[in-house]
């Protein structure tokens, strides 16, 4: 009898830091939970509307590839937020919201027992997990040529990062695309961070900059449950070469990988609007203005962060030591260990709770 698939898979990684989840919520003042990346302001009233606006018009099924006003959308964002080369229709696809597409592309792209799958040695932990469930072998580097040598035939990279918040430069970036294609492998740029960014500036394997004018062999993965604060809602989309969506396309209409109609009707209202996104950009430079300090100031340093909705924290000792500290502050962070072995000495400490339990855990760092 064949391994089941739950075998290939690790412990889920929350189950993990229940313990530490108890300490923290026994803190006289209630728990701050800066553990897990979901977004707890309000949804754009552009997006209900929207969402309202079109439920009562779906009795039927939506397509996979979605609306043609949804495609216009997803191009006209790449184009104007990221410098995309111009875009037709065959280079977009929407996702229902994009864990799933990271957990089961190795699986959508045919890959199984020998293919390689590089990924980032400190990483978002779907990425391997999408490679185990397809049977792949997992090669955790950040290094290109290595990664090329290892003749892969799919390769993640991130920025900004998630957990550490790095930025990749265009040069960084520029040599992840040549080394996917030297290798003839697929190169999936998680670019779901892309619009939090604060030391420095991230760019797009979409750009010319970086993929010498053309899409070939690479794709873009984009969501936004964090950009416009609509996690619940299950809705990404990918960008990138012609060639492999279409591939992904047929996979998944045989799948009925559906975004919801009403969904991509929300959808386009989001990716038209700007204003909704420099709100709440702001929300987050102002709680990470507070809660940065504080941490450092309590003797902790922070290491990357240039970008996304973390805090990549460290004391220089073992990860489970810091969130056991933390839990008896009241706060609760992720272990630097769920993202792999290199990020054992970290913790990843989010941004995403309301003004007053960042207002709470702020002061829980000054009283020490």
């Known amino acids: 009898m064949s391994e089941p698939l739950s075998g290939r898979l690790p412990d889920f990684p929350?189950?993990?830091?229940a313990g530490a989840r108890e300490r923290a919520r026994s803190h006289?003042?209630?728990l701050v939970d800066l553990s897990v990346g979901t977004p707890v302001d309000p949804v754009p009233a552009l997006a209900v509307d929207a969402l309202g606006d079109a439920a009562s018009a779906w009795a039927g099924y939506p397509t996979v590839w979605g609306t043609p006003a949804l495609r216009q959308a997803i191009r006209a964002y790449a184009e104007q937020r990221w410098n995309s080369v111009p875009l037709e229709d065959a280079n977009v696809l929407p996702v229902v919201g994009t864990k799933e597409l990271v957990a089961h592309l190795p699986l959508q792209l045919g890959l199984g027992a020998g293919d390689v799958v590089v990924i980032p040695t400190t990483a978002y932990p779907t990425y391997e997990v999408g490679a185990r469930i397809a049977g792949a072998e997992v090669l955790a580097t950040d290094d290109p040529a290595e990664a090329a040598a290892a003749q892969p035939r799919l390769i993640w990279i991130n920025s900004p990062a998630n957990p550490h918040g790095a930025i990749l430069t265009a040069q960084q970036v520029a040599a992840w695309v040549d080394a996917a294609r030297a290798a003839g492998a697929v190169l999936a740029s998680d670019e779901c961070y892309g619009e939090f960014a604060w030391d420095a500036e991230p760019v797009s394997v979409l750009d010319p900059a970086v993929n010498g004018g053309s899409l070939d062999g690479l794709i873009a993965a984009f969501s936004l449950s964090k950009r416009s604060n609509v996690a619940g809602y299950r809705a990404g989309f990918l960008a990138g070469c012609a060639d492999i969506l279409t591939e992904l396309l047929g996979v998944r209409k045989h799948s009925g990988l559906m975004v919801p109609g009403p969904v991509q009707a929300a959808m386009v209202a989001l990716l038209g609007d700007d204003a909704h996104v420099a709100e709440q950009r702001e929300r987050y430079r102002r709680r990470r203005a507070l809660?940065?300090?504080?941490?450092?100031?309590?003797?902790?340093?922070?290491d990357h962060s240039e970008g996304s909705?973390?805090?990549w924290a460290t004391r220089d000792?073992?990860?489970?030591?810091?969130?056991?500290?933390?839990?008896?502050?009241g706060i609760l962070a992720a272990p630097g260990d769920f993202y792999g072995e290199a990020g054992r000495r970290h913790v990843r400490i989010a941004l995403t709770a309301s003004d007053e339990r960042i207002d709470a855990a702020v002061e829980r760092l000054r009283q020490g």
């Open 28 to 30: 006289a003042d209630g």
């Open 317 to 329: 000792e073992n990860c489970r030591a810091t969130v056991d500290w933390l839990a008896e502050h």
């Open 291 to 302: 809660l940065r300090p504080a941490l450092e100031a309590a003797g902790f340093r922070i």
């Open 14 to 17: 929350w189950d993990t830091i």
């Open 309 to 311: 909705l973390y805090l």
